[in-house]
């Protein structure tokens, strides 16, 4: 009788670390997401503290590990972030204990409305999927140099498509489109804005990486269909 042959996918710790790195940057972006903040004088929301890192962290991964890997992570993160949601969701409709005083507290900061978490959840595939799709194309037109141009050039077209999506979904029809617009731009020039500081964090980081595990990855004839796992 034939054995049955197994395959065992390993992961190494390294790579383990940098996916729960994103995967915490998505979450706390959606829970910071509620309050705004003043920054020269233009209202954010909190998330653009740390939401920008799970860009990093995604360039890291497919500049190492490649756009397939890093498009599990990606999904990976997705539903996450959609069982945070739902977890948040049940609690909230869950009848509260007496000594419990805080429901209007936690509907007002934890509760989000369909149209936000869709616009959400939208604007987080396409601009993460876009991210990894330019960084991968990019590393083989390049042969692999110029790093920072890779990592800047997928932040703006994957931060573009974000903040364009998350709100002109969230806002259109409730803000007036000058000031939508604003935003919109603002938004996209922070977010870059913040990965071009953070070059040197990233070139120390894809240094490491590549030495330790011995790797350098490049995404010729890789299928870069966003749906496909394997």
């Given at each position: 009788?034939?054995?049955?042959?197994?395959?065992?996918?390993?992961?190494?710790?390294?790579?383990v670390?940098?996916?729960?790195?994103?995967?915490?940057?998505?979450?706390?972006?959606?829970?910071?997401?509620?309050?705004?903040?003043?920054?020269?004088?233009?209202?954010?929301?909190?998330?653009?503290?740390?939401?920008p890192?799970?860009?990093?962290?995604?360039?890291?991964?497919?500049?190492?590990?490649?756009?397939?890997?890093?498009?599990?992570?990606?999904?990976?993160?997705?539903?996450?972030?959609?069982?945070?949601?739902?977890?948040?969701?049940?609690?909230?409709?869950?009848?509260?204990?007496?000594?419990?005083?805080?429901?209007?507290?936690?509907?007002?900061?934890?509760g989000?409305?369909?149209?936000?978490?869709?616009?959400?959840?939208l604007?987080?595939?396409?601009?993460?999927?876009?991210?990894?799709?330019?960084?991968?194309?990019?590393?083989?037109?390049?042969?692999?140099?110029?790093?920072?141009?890779?990592?800047?050039?997928?932040?703006?077209?994957?931060?573009?498509?974000?903040?364009?999506?998350?709100?002109?979904?969230?806002?259109?029809?409730?803000?007036?489109a000058?000031?939508?617009?604003?935003?919109?731009?603002w938004?996209?020039?922070?977010?870059?804005?913040?990965?071009?500081?953070?070059?040197?964090l990233?070139?120390?980081?894809?240094?490491?990486?590549?030495?330790?595990?011995?790797?350098d990855?490049?995404?010729?004839?890789?299928?870069?269909?966003?749906?496909r796992?394997?």
């Amino acid at each position: 009788m034939r054995g049955r042959v197994s395959r065992k996918l390993t992961y190494s710790y390294r790579f383990v670390s940098i996916t729960a790195l994103f995967v915490t940057s998505i979450l706390a972006a959606n829970i910071l997401i509620v309050k705004q903040i003043s920054i020269f004088d233009l209202t954010l929301p909190a998330a653009i503290v740390i939401f920008p890192l799970s860009y990093i962290f995604g360039d890291v991964l497919t500049e190492v590990y490649g756009y397939t890997q890093a498009r599990k992570v990606i999904w990976l993160g997705f539903f996450c972030n959609l069982l945070l949601v739902a977890a948040i969701w049940l609690v909230g409709i869950l009848p509260s204990a007496p000594v419990f005083q805080a429901q209007a507290a936690y509907d007002r900061i934890l509760g989000s409305t369909a149209r936000f978490l869709v616009a959400s959840f939208l604007a987080y595939l396409a601009g993460e999927f876009i991210n990894s799709y330019v960084m991968a194309r990019m590393k083989m037109l390049t042969q692999g140099r110029w790093l920072w141009m890779r990592t800047i050039g997928s932040t703006l077209a994957g931060e573009g498509v974000d903040s364009a999506i998350v709100l002109s979904l969230s806002f259109a029809g409730v803000l007036p489109a000058g000031i939508l617009l604003n935003m919109i731009f603002w938004h996209w020039v922070l977010k870059t804005t913040y990965e071009a500081l953070a070059t040197p964090l990233t070139y120390w980081l894809v240094g490491y990486l590549k030495q330790a595990e011995k790797l350098d990855t490049y995404d010729y004839g890789t299928n870069f269909n966003p749906l496909r796992l394997g």
